[in-house]
């Protein structure tokens, strides 16, 4: 089992960046898939990237290509989303999450930390 708290979050103004932080505890953090995900007020979860157990492989949301950066330390057990040129929409409670298998928008992870909101003002 594996326990992950997120941090980093806040308010910033559209055109800015964040980096969020997920720091897992338990054991063995390199066999975990690690991604994270958003639920905006009002609507639900959504995938957003995911980092395969040793980092060389990432996936992301269409809508965050090329802004979004999701990179881990295995060493330090922490997952980071890099979130540059951020826009009002990115707005949403942002959710670290691991699974023992292959992560995407399609995905149920079972382990979830307790989210941080991030708030873009326009």
């Known amino acids: 089992q594996v326990q992950l708290v997120e941090s980093g979050g806040g308010l910033v103004q559209a055109g800015g960046s964040l980096r969020l932080s997920c720091a897992a505890s338990?054991?063995?953090?390199?066999?975990?898939?690690m991604g994270w995900f958003r639920q905006a007020l009002g609507k639900e979860r959504e995938f957003v990237a995911a980092?395969?157990?040793?980092?060389?492989?990432?996936v992301y949301t269409d809508s965050v290509k090329g802004r979004f950066t999701i990179s881990r330390d295995n060493a330090k057990n922490t997952v980071y989303l890099e979130m540059n040129s951020l826009k009002p929409e990115d707005t949403a409670v942002y959710y670290c999450a691991a699974s023992l298998y292959y992560m995407s928008s399609g995905s149920s992870p079972a382990y979830w930390g307790q989210g941080t909101q991030v708030t873009v003002s326009s």
């Open positions: 338990g054991r063995l953090f390199s066999n975990y898939f």
């Open positions: 980092i395969s157990y040793s980092g060389a492989s990432t």
